[in-house]
């Protein structure tokens, strides 16, 4: 009798699977269309939106205020956060509401149990059986309704009860946790979800914090395999006045890696419109998730964009006059309330201005490229440093497994978590490629006895040596000053490094006191070129290099890419396969560019405009060898915007 029921259960479940409503749903369901023709939009809805959303009063109104701002063709609707759980009755009928509008609607979960009398947030204890029992049943409440299930990014464990330590045993933190949320999201999360709903899929929310993630248990190697798919947390907010102090370029990068990890998994991006002390700040999270190709973004929340206050602009007074890619002005005046709506321009108009003109010009972008940049799964090391160096203008593809055919491999410390690594990189210098290792991972191997040596005799010594003065080189030749002149740079502190003259050639050299230090170091090795990048003590201070030494090293590590350029710090680069790309400033001011593309090309096309640009002759003498064989352009970019453009 039982296997006969849950044969029953199974097949009704599958009919409404098809029917595209819940276990309880019976509402006719008109099909989904998508807003914009690139990507989806989905909202996700909060419980303690969906509990007030049980009134259908409420949900109207809701409903319309946001729709006069933004259409999406999807919501998740949570059923349990934070000890709090939807009302299951309700479900249905709301999912019903949204359904007969053409709007997909899935579940969603947050397992996370409040926040502690600090205000931290505190994960599920999962060696408390009270815990493993909500765990269960908010699984089970989202599986019952929806055929397809997203989890928040809590679904990590950080507590320390007795029980923990007790479990733990002698394993580290690390070690116990991931063992432990491997076991979660087979048995507490997939397990129960399946039990009640065989045919549902569970997709896991990662956030933006990647390189600490095995401390508390999240697991991109195993973990992220187990689930139906995953999907990013491309929130960056402000890159400064946030704890985590995430860059811009990481709502780009991080899409890209996930993306490298579960390639036909990694189902969108997920931005939210906290942390940012102007408006252009959440429109440039937007479009960059959009720049890495992510097929949906999901914009959180649901009670931030229904609000009936309107958005405000923030703090973009020096920029408030200039035609910016995201323009206020232009925003509220294309807003139009309904005949008997009391909607404002919100946040939702906000995310429609942005969207809608990313989607102007993704169409005629190809498949997003950049250096490959190795980092192992369960690593970290010199944490972030990627999209700082993005925030430089050197595109980044970050990869969870070593690139062994990229023509050049940028190594940061968390590569050492690979135990064969060294014997990586000399396979890929004897193949012709170009390794670039930073100073950090050049202190690990060398301290753990690695084998670096035997590629270069270079060592790291870590006296902190203080620079103003940057000079550069050809290969040990005339040197050229690399300051602005008339400009005193400020003082940025190496970490020293060691090399023999005329073995090793510091291409970018930092003066102290009569004393140098390699900003970049070169030297051969079988077909390939090994460099060596000296990362300041405080990485941040990357972007405190005079504007020369930025261009000089873009020169050396992007020589085999197809595009770059000469800009100050906070430019960035999104590069495509098509000989197309965009050049987006996150400066407060007006830019000027150039850039650099192959020998030949008779001129940039820009892809919002159709305007053409024309080459624009180097009359400054450089230290790079292959610059006079480039062919360049100059563009001009408003503060916080972007350009796109096509290569002919």
Same mark, same amino acid.
């Given at each position: 009798m039982k296997r006969r029921n849950h044969w029953a259960r199974g097949a009704l479940v599958a009919l409404c699977g098809a029917l595209g409503i819940g276990l309880l749903g019976t509402a006719p369901v008109r099909a989904a269309v998508r807003p914009y023709k690139h990507f989806s939009v989905a909202i996700y809805i909060p419980v303690t939106s969906t509990r007030q959303l049980a009134d259908p009063q409420t949900l109207r109104r809701q409903f319309r205020r946001i729709w006069s701002q933004v259409h999406f063709n999807k919501v998740y609707l949570e059923v349990y956060r934070d000890q709090l759980f939807a009302d299951p009755t309700s479900l249905d009928r709301i999912a019903a509401f949204f359904r007969r509008r053409g709007i997909t609607v899935d579940g969603g979960i947050t397992l996370f149990a409040g926040r502690n009398k600090y205000n931290q947030y505190n994960s599920f204890d999962f060696e408390n059986p009270h815990d493993v029992a909500m765990c269960e049943r908010a699984v089970r409440m989202a599986a019952r309704h929806f055929n397809t299930v997203i989890l928040d990014d809590f679904t990590f464990f950080n507590t320390r009860s007795n029980a923990d330590i007790k479990a733990k045993g002698a394993l580290s933190w690390t070690q116990y946790r991931l063992r432990k949320m491997r076991w979660v999201a087979r048995h507490l999360i997939i397990g129960a979800a399946h039990k009640v709903n065989p045919h549902v899929k569970v997709i896991i929310k990662y956030p933006n914090w990647y390189e600490h993630f095995q401390g508390l248990g999240f697991d991109l190697d195993h973990e992220a395999k187990m689930f139906s798919g995953i999907y990013t947390g491309d929130e960056t907010r402000d890159p400064v006045h946030t704890a985590q102090m995430l860059q811009q370029y990481e709502s780009y990068l991080i899409y890209r890696y996930y993306h490298n990890i579960r390639p036909r998994g990694d189902k969108g991006g997920w931005v939210d419109t906290f942390g940012n002390r102007y408006a252009d700040r959440y429109a440039e999270q937007l479009w960059d998730t959009l720049f890495a190709k992510a097929p949906e973004i999901t914009l959180f929340s649901w009670p931030q964009l229904a609000v009936p206050e309107p958005a405000t602009p923030g703090n973009r007074y020096a920029w408030a006059a200039d035609r910016t890619s995201f323009d206020w002005n232009a925003m509220v005046h294309a807003f139009k309330a309904p005949p008997g709506s009391e909607?404002?321009?919100?946040?939702?108009?906000?995310?429609?201005?942005?969207?809608?003109?990313?989607?102007?010009?993704?169409?005629?972008?190809?498949?997003?490229?950049?250096?490959?940049?190795?980092?192992?799964?369960?690593?970290?090391?010199?944490?972030?440093?990627?999209?700082?160096?993005?925030?430089?203008?050197?595109?980044?593809?970050?990869?969870?497994?070593?690139?062994?055919?990229? %023509? $050049? !491999?940028?190594?940061? +410390?968390? @590569?050492?978590?690979? =135990?064969? &690594?060294?014997?990586?990189?000399?396979?890929?210098?004897?193949?012709?490629?170009?390794?670039?290792?930073?100073?950090?991972?050049?202190?690990?191997?060398?301290?753990?006895?690695?084998?670096?040596?035997?590629?270069?005799?270079?060592?790291?010594?870590?006296?902190?040596?203080?620079?103003?003065?940057?000079?550069?080189?050809?290969?040990?030749?005339?040197?050229?000053?690399?300051?602005?002149?008339?400009?005193?740079?400020?003082?940025?502190?190496?970490?020293?490094?060691?090399?023999?003259?005329?073995?090793?050639? %510091? $291409? !970018?050299?930092?003066? +102290?006191? @009569?004393?140098?230090? =390699?900003? &970049?170091?070169?030297?051969?090795?079988?077909?390939?070129?090994?460099?060596?990048?000296?990362?300041?003590?405080?990485?941040?201070?990357?972007?405190?290099?005079?504007?020369?030494?930025?261009?000089?090293?873009?020169?050396?590590?992007?020589?085999?890419?197809?595009?770059?350029?000469?800009?100050?710090?906070?430019?960035?680069?999104?590069?495509?396969?098509?000989?197309?790309?965009?050049?987006?400033?996150?400066?407060?001011?007006?830019?000027?560019?150039?850039?650099f593309v192959h020998p030949g090309a008779r001129e940039l096309l820009d892809l919002s405009s159709g305007r053409r640009v024309l080459p624009a002759a180097i009359v400054t003498p450089s230290p790079l060898p292959s610059e006079q064989d480039q062919t360049s352009f100059i563009v001009r970019l408003a503060p916080h915007s972007y350009r796109a453009f096509s290569v002919h």
């Open positions: 909607a404002v321009p919100g946040w939702a108009s906000v995310a429609a201005y942005a969207l809608g003109k990313a989607d102007k010009i993704l169409g005629k972008l190809g498949h997003p490229i950049g250096i490959a940049s190795y980092k192992p799964f369960q690593s970290s090391g010199e944490d972030f440093l990627q999209n700082y160096l993005g925030n430089i203008g050197i595109p980044i593809n970050l990869m969870p497994h070593f690139p062994a055919h990229a %023509p $050049v !491999v940028l190594l940061t +410390a968390e @590569a050492a978590a690979d =135990p064969h &690594l060294v014997a990586e990189i000399k396979a890929r210098l004897k193949a012709g490629g170009d390794v670039i290792i930073t100073s950090g991972l050049l202190q690990v191997l060398e301290r753990e006895h690695r084998g670096i040596k035997s590629v270069a005799e270079i060592t790291y010594t870590g006296e902190p040596i203080a620079v103003r003065h940057y000079l550069g080189s050809i290969a040990g030749g005339t040197t050229a000053g690399l300051n602005v002149p008339g400009q005193r740079a400020p003082r940025v502190i190496f970490p020293g490094i060691r090399f023999y003259t005329n073995d090793s050639w %510091p $291409v !970018v050299q930092g003066e +102290a006191a @009569a004393h140098g230090v =390699p900003v &970049l170091l070169m030297t051969g090795y079988s077909h390939g070129q090994l460099y060596v990048l000296d990362v300041p003590s405080n990485m941040g201070d990357l972007y405190r290099l005079p504007e020369p030494v930025l261009n000089t090293l873009r020169g050396y590590l992007l020589a085999r890419f197809p595009v770059r350029i000469n800009a100050p710090a906070h430019v960035a680069v999104f590069a495509y396969s098509n000989d197309t790309f965009i050049v987006e400033s996150y400066l407060p001011r007006p830019v000027t560019v150039r850039v």
